[in-house]
């Protein structure tokens, strides 16, 4: 028997969202990755060709730290120069596309009867949203820094405030300011639980893609201590390939993050509860396919 369509809009305790997470991912994991490959590829190919760059520019530090008798070409000024910010920039547009498009796709998802939806669909639903996301994400890049600098736990408050922001901007079509308040709705009672699962769950991302970087991390080390060649620019264009793959892994955790924003507008508003009681009459199965299997 095949397995009930997961139905977002519902109230879910902690372990239910993690089951649910990988439920979902599981049921729609072929038009989700092509999804989202297809869409955010381009950036995360981009982030990963500079990563490669900025590693063959600046790897000769790596190797002279493994074997003190290889020169180091460069200084940690120009190491941690413009090129540096270059790759952080890179890395700030790679996750937010890559939000954009995870929403887009539940989004798409929901609209669609909770039926997977085609590429087309999920960027009709992203493109609208990928520049005032990128705006909106520069002022609470800001907003989270300043609660850092000012005690840490400021920082961290906003940071969980926040996460479901591009959900609540892109399924309530909300203006910067409205989303923003709409955030600290959401997780005015339930700040502790939010924090919790954000911190389970992207655990479980930096473990998954983490390995990745550790096996590359390994081979590299032994290349670099039993060859006398330059291998910065080798393993500059392997770790830009893998990384990639590392990306993938990042579904995991916001696609937790917007079920945890379906689960937390359920508890104020009862869309889904209120769109299943008018739906009794209508469809007499209706009412009994809201169930999910785990």
Known sequence: MDQQKVELRKIRDFSDNINVTFVFIKQNVRPLLTSFLAIAGIFMLATAIYAGIYQSNFGSLFEHLVQPNKPFNGSLNNVFGYQYFLAILFGWLNITVMQTVIVAYMLAYYNNQ???????AVWKQTLPYLLPLLLYSILNALVMAFGLVLCILPGIFMIVVLMPFPAVVMIEKRSYGDAFNRCFALV??????????????????????????????????????????????????????????????????????????FNLSEQIDGTGILARLDSIGEDATGFNNIQEEY
Do not use: C, E, R
Not at 114 to 120: A, F, L, V
Not at 189 to 210: C, K, R
Not at 229 to 253: A, E, H, P, Q, R
């Open 188 to 261: 005015k009672n339930n700040f502790w639980i939010s924090l919790g699962l954000y911190l389970i769950v992207y655990i479980m991302y930096s473990f998954s893609s983490g390995i990745i970087s550790a096996i590359v991390g390994a081979v590299t080390g032994v290349l670099f201590y039993f060859t006398t060649k330059n291998m910065t620019g080798t393993v500059g264009i392997i770790t830009s390939i893998l990384s990639i793959f590392s990306y993938v892994f990042y579904i995991v955790f916001f696609v937790s993050v917007v079920l945890h924003y």
């Open 114 to 120: 909770n039926q997977p939806p085609t590429i087309d």
